[in-house]
């Protein structure tokens, strides 16, 4: 089995630059996507205690013998939390049968403000070594330039719904210029899988197009999650480092946001 290339974090550490999202994947019906995930190669797993899947994510994991060290895992904070993070990010672990998370971001704005206080308890967590690194997601470069003022410390991450129709070159230069790793969700559910230019580079390269839509973030250094019920497309969804988009292509794609 071939690891995943990883792109290397602020804090520290390495992200797999594909792993498996969770969402919609509630409760038990977690497990074995899970399991799957993690028998087909998968090393990073992408939760949230609003997924009110941890505790099944966190069996799956257990139950898949892999390696503590040779996992990624994220877990998020919901906004509505604010106030109680430690208690948050202690149940997280619980359930996640874990020492410590790989990255906790928080998952929205809080009250659609960037809330420093906030920020400064996922720092708390991260100097306590509950977790190795800290982000957010759903956040405005605005709001990430606000936290950076108030605190001194750049999110390692930002997570943010991404596809062709949302390729934004400001956004990208944003992250680069602050060496902020950017993470695409929904990029497969944000996309027409039947459009004419994905569908006529999927055929050249012989593959199908979820798997150029997840290799063209591979070619930009943007984290991809894809989240699949089914194994055969988990399976398909992480074999995309057989072939390369050529940099014709990647443009060709970056063209179809609006
Ligand atoms: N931070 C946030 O606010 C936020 C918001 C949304 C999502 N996320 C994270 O990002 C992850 C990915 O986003 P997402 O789950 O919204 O959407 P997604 O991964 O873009 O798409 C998932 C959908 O695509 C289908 N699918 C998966 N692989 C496929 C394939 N190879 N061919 C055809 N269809 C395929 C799945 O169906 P089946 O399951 O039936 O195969 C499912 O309906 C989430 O699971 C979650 O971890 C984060």
Redesign the pocket.
């Known amino acids: 089995m071939t690891s995943t290339p990883t792109l290397p974090l602020r804090d520290g550490g390495a992200i797999p630059v594909v792993g498996f999202?969770?969402?919609?994947l509630e409760g038990a019906t977690a497990y074995q996507p899970v399991r799957d995930a993690l028998d087909i190669g998968y090393r990073h797993i992408?939760?949230?205690t609003g997924y009110s899947n941890e505790e099944h994510v966190g069996r799956a994991i257990a139950d898949s013998g892999v390696a503590r060290e040779d996992l990624f895992i994220t877990t998020?904070l919901p906004p509505d939390h604010a106030g109680r993070e430690a208690q948050t990010i202690e149940e997280s672990l619980r359930f996640l049968k874990l020492d410590y998370v790989d990255l906790w971001?928080i998952?929205?704005p809080v009250d659609g403000a960037a809330a420093p206080p906030v920020w400064k308890q996922l720092i708390a967590a991260r100097d306590r070594g509950q977790v190795r690194a800290i982000g957010v997601?759903?956040y405005s470069a605005a709001f990430i330039d606000e936290l950076i003022d108030a605190t001194g410390v750049t999110p390692a991450v930002n997570?943010i719904?991404w596809s062709p129709r949302d390729h934004d070159e400001k956004r990208l230069a944003h992250a680069a210029d602050n060496r902020i790793v950017l993470e695409g969700?929904?990029?497969?559910?944000?996309s027409n899988?039947a459009d004419p230019t994905l569908v006529a580079i999927a055929e050249s390269h012989g593959v199908?197009v979820?798997q150029v839509i997840i290799r063209w973030h591979v070619e930009h250094d943007i984290v991809v999650?894809?989240?699949?019920?089914?194994r055969e497309?988990i399976a398909?969804?992480l074999d995309v480092f057989g072939f390369a988009l050529t940099s014709d292509e990647v443009t060709k794609i970056d063209a179809l946001a609006g």
């Open positions: 999202g969770t969402w919609l992408d939760t949230a998020k971001l998952h929205w997601s759903n997570q719904p969700y929904s990029g497969l559910k944000r899988l199908s979820p999650i894809p989240k699949s019920a089914h497309r398909a969804n």
